[in-house]
């Protein structure tokens, strides 16, 4: 098993950046495939990126075409912590942002492949 946390939400403007955290323990995140999903007001949960490992010390990354070019999903090992850099925010990426981890061999974009969620993060964009 594997306990998420996140951390790094908040408020910022339009145009802004903001850096999230998912803090694992119980496990090495680099053995699932690890996920940020967010769920805005009203909106089903979302897929907005995925870290995936490959071979030795290859990682892949997978982006929602919303976020692509403006989000950058990596990890750090040493610390066990998976990172969500957003930069360009826009009002419509405010939602609470959840990190969540998969048993699966490959990446899904499908909230239900996803076995363990964190508490999730509130973001706030405003215009």
């Known amino acids: 098993q594997v306990q998420l946390v996140e951390s790094g939400g908040g408020l910022v403007q339009a145009g802004g950046s903001l850096s999230l955290s998912c803090a694992a323990s119980?496990?090495?995140?680099?053995?699932?495939?690890m996920g940020w999903f967010r769920q805005a007001p009203g909106k089903e949960r979302e897929f907005v990126a995925a870290?995936?490992?490959?071979?030795?010390?290859?990682?892949?990354?997978y982006y929602a075409g919303s976020v692509k070019a403006r989000f950058t999903i990596f990890g750090d090992n040493a610390k066990n912590t998976l990172y969500l850099q957003m930069n360009s925010l826009k009002p419509e990426d405010t939602a609470v942002y959840y990190c969540?981890?998969?048993?699966?061999?490959?990446?899904?974009?499908?909230?239900?492949?996803?076995?363990?969620w964190g508490q999730g993060t509130q973001v706030t964009v405003s215009s």
């Open positions: 969540a981890a998969s048993s699966g061999s490959d990446y899904s974009e499908r909230q239900y492949d996803y076995d363990y």
């Open positions: 119980g496990r090495t995140f680099s053995n699932y495939v």
């Open positions: 870290l995936r490992r490959g071979g030795g010390s290859v990682y892949y990354a």
